[in-house]
C-alpha cells in the first residue's frame, strides 16, 4: 500500500490551522479506511518562521495524533523554499507527497483523484488546475491570465491556472532535489522535471480565515522571480531593443546631415528632450533588467542553504 504525505507551508496561520488538520484528518483517515493508502501516511505542517502560535498547534496537534508531523524552519524563509524544505524532507519515508495551502482554498476533496491518478493510472505529476477565475476581481483575473500568457512567450513552461496543489511520486520529487537553484520558481521547475504528468480540475474557495499572504506587492515581486529565474529572453529583448534603437539613430544621423546640407535646419527643443529622455528611460530599464540578472547570478554563485530545519517531528 502506498505512503501518501500532504505538505503544507504555514506561515501565521493559527487562525485556520485547527480547521484545516480537522478537515484534513478525517479525509487521511477515509482513505486509509478504504484501503487506498497506508496507515504510515501522514499530514505535515511545515513552520516557515511564523510570529504567531503556528508552531505550537502543529506541535499540539502531533502529541494529540501521529498522523500530524511538523517541520520547523529556523527563519522565514518564503512560501517556495517552506514548500520546498517539506517535499525534500518527506521524500524518504512516502511514496508521493501532495502539497497544498493551509488557508482551505484548495479543494482538499479532490486529492482522492490525485492518488487515483497516481495510484492506478500510473502518473508521477498531477497537477491541480483551477477551472473557473469568475470568483476573483476583474483585476486579479486579468493579470492573471496575463501573467501566464507572458510567461509563456518568455519560455517559461507552466501550466495555465496551476498555484503550488499538486501530487509528486517519489522519483518526481528525487527529480526535484537535483535543482539547486536559490531562486526559487516551483510552478516552473516542476514541469522541466519531466516524467508522465497529468491534470485534476477544481474550485478554487475562499481564503478560510486570516489575510492572504501574497497582497499585490508580493505577486508582482513573484512574477518577476518567476521570469527571470527561468528565461533570458528580457536580456534578449535589451538586445533587439538596442539594436532597433541604434538603426533608428542612423536613420535620423542621415536625415540630419541631409537637412544640414540643404538649409533646412529647424531648431526644435522639444524633439531634443524627448529624445533624451526616451534613451535615458531605456537605458534604465535595460541596467535593471541587467541587474536583476546579476543579482541573481550573486545569490547563486554564494551557494547558501535555501532553508535550515530546526526541528522535525514525525512519528
Partial sequence: MNVIYLVIPCYNEEEVLNETSSRLKELMKSFIQKGMIDNESRIVFVNDGSKDKTW????????????FSGINLSRNRGHQNALLAGLLTVRDYCDAAISLDADLQDDVNVIEKFIEKYIYEGYDIVYGVRNSR????????TTAQGFYKFMKIMGVEIINDHADYRLLSKRALEG??????????????????????TTVEYE????????????????????????????IKPIRFITMVGFLVSAVSFIVLIYSFLMRFSGNVVKGWTSII????????????SIGVIGEYIGK?????????RFIIKDFINK
Fill in 274 to 285: 524627448v529624445s533624451i529622455w526616451f534613451l535615458g528611460g531605456i537605458q534604465l530599464l
Fill in 297 to 305: 547570478i550573486y545569490l547563486e554563485t554564494k551557494a547558501r542553504p
Fill in 204 to 231: 478554487r474557495q475562499e481564503r478560510f480565515a486570516g489575510e492572504s499572504k501574497y497582497p499585490l506587492k508580493k505577486m508582482i515581486s513573484f512574477a518577476i522571480e518567476g521570469i527571470t529565474s527561468l528565461s
Fill in 134 to 141: 469568475m470568483k476573483d476581481t476583474f483585476f486579479k483575473r
Fill in 56 to 67: 505550537e498547534i502543529i506541535s499540539s496537534l502531533h502529541n494529540q495524533d501521529e498522523i
Fill in 176 to 197: 526535484l532535489s537535483k535543482f539547486n537553484e536559490v531562486n526559487l520558481f516551483l510552478r516552473g521547475i516542476v514541469p522541466m522535471i519531466g516524467y508522465n504528468s
